[in-house]
């Protein structure tokens, strides 16, 4: 009697269209009267989400003095730990330097350029060597590091 009642569950994720009859009758117990058969059509549209962003792990590059290491894609997908992940499968469009740190002692190039906090570096300039570092001239072990997010060919998303 209450309309409101008529629940359709979906059965997949994918769209589809399905119908179902009815016929309604009416309250009267001394001579109830049925209607005319309907023909109900359900279209069910897929279930979409939107681009989820990727994560992305953390990556620790050790260089020899003076040894110039120019880091790839690779350095921010695979070799990362937790390995770069997309959920909807998309590529790694880009990195951002997001902070360079005050202690470094060697120095980090774009383009034979330093790098800047902000820079953001394609993944077809990472594939053409434009990212890389120079460790210092000198005799000790020194660590140097920086910050960046990455974004995926899909979100457009940064994501640390």
């Known amino acids: 009697s209450d309309p409101s009642l008529l629940v359709y569950t979906r059965n997949v994720d994918t769209a589809y269209g399905t119908s179902f009859t009815y016929s309604a009758y009416d309250t009267d117990s001394q001579l109830p009267l049925v209607s005319?058969?309907?023909?109900?059509?359900v279209t069910v549209e897929a279930i979409t989400v939107s681009n989820q962003p990727e994560t992305v792990g953390d990556r620790a590059q050790y260089a020899a003095n003076r040894a110039t290491t120019?880091?790839?894609?690779?350095?921010f997908t695979t070799e990362a730990i937790a390995?770069?992940?997309?959920?909807?499968?998309?590529?790694l469009d880009a990195i951002r330097i997001d902070e360079i740190s005050?202690?470094?002692t060697g120095v980090y190039y774009y383009f034979d350029s330093e790098v800047v906090a902000g820079q953001v570096i394609t993944a077809?300039?990472?594939?053409?060597?434009?990212?890389?570092?120079?460790?210092?001239?000198a005799n000790s072990v020194s660590t140097d590091s920086f910050n960046a997010s990455v974004r995926d060919t899909g979100s457009m998303i940064w994501v640390q």
């Open 102 to 104: 005050d202690a470094n």
């Open 124 to 137: 077809d300039e990472l594939s053409n060597g434009a990212f890389y570092h120079i460790a210092p001239d």
């Open 36 to 41: 005319n058969i309907v023909t109900m059509t």
């Open 70 to 75: 120019v880091f790839t894609v690779a350095d």
């Open 83 to 91: 390995p770069y992940f997309d959920p909807e499968s998309n590529d």
